[in-house]
């Protein structure tokens, strides 16, 4: 069975927890989900972990605390309300396939719910992200992602939020 781990952080983890329900229902994915609390204190453990081992060289490794929980080969997708770079900070701790998505720009909507559409970060973009993990994998058929696209009414074509 096709699985993937969302992480969420934030007021955003609600819709990670839908996405995770939209793939269970809708394509037969499992999901595990992550609530990060911190993703600057991840990536400082990391630092740690890394400055470590390289300054014990002849000594059993140290793990970040991101490469014991998360399983290196599920496709991993982490959103969140602040930009995109927030969660990218653990990406260099993340053994497996990695995307993320956040909230690039100024606000766009008078509504949470508006924005995260417009930003590309709400419950149907952490689906289709999830998706498109694993077809890039060739766990699924990009069908799959094209038939999600039309399921959940995604305009495939509208402007890069980033750059309007």
Known sequence: KPAVQLLGSGTILREVIAAAE????????SADVWSVTSFNELRRDGIDCERWNTLHPESKPRTSFVDACLNDKT????ATDYIRSYADQIRPYVKARYKTLGTDGFGRSDTRKKLRGFFEVDRYYVTITALKALADEGTIAASEVSKAIKLYKINPDKPNPTTV
């Open 75 to 78: 496709p991993v997708v982490a």
């Open 22 to 29: 939209l793939l269970s229902k809708d394509f037969g994915v």
